[in-house]
């Protein structure tokens, strides 16, 4: 029943910003984590950041600290990825994970509902 669609990636370039949108239905989602993972190709799906839902409570994976922000919207029922001076590193599929998770939160095993993803391309 849980949908989650991810929008706002394309393509930017080095030092550009971007904002990565996953709208959120079909659940209740306060005691869920909201994340952020990505995948480029030949890689593991790399985690990137997570939000409690119904309280301030951010988590950040080494590659988005200092550049990525992530955010939600309880009335939209939305939550934001804010990317920051991109690097062509970044270049990757990015992924909207929800779910309840009681141990480390950047396992994506630990997630129950994923969205489609969304494409980011960083050019030199």
């Known amino acids: 029943q849980v949908h989650l669609v991810e929008s706002g990636g394309g393509l930017v370039q080095t030092g550009g910003s971007l904002r990565l949108s996953c709208a959120a239905s079909?659940?209740?989602?306060?005691?869920?984590?909201m994340a952020w993972f990505r995948q480029a190709p030949g890689k593991e799906r790399e985690f990137v950041a997570a939000?409690?839902?119904?309280?301030?409570?951010?988590f950040y994976g080494d590659p988005a600290k200092g550049r990525f922000t992530i955010a939600r919207d309880n009335a939209k029922n939305t939550v934001y990825l804010q990317m920051y001076r991109l690097k062509p590193e970044d270049t990757a599929v990015y992924y909207c994970?929800?779910?309840?998770?009681?141990?480390?939160?950047?396992?994506?095993?630990?997630?129950?509902?994923w969205g489609q993803g969304t494409q980011v391309t960083v050019s030199a």
């Open positions: 994970a929800a779910g309840v998770p009681e141990g480390i939160i950047t396992t994506t095993g630990n997630y129950d509902y």
């Open positions: 079909g659940g209740t989602f306060s005691d869920y984590t």
């Open positions: 939000i409690r839902w119904s309280f301030d409570g951010t």
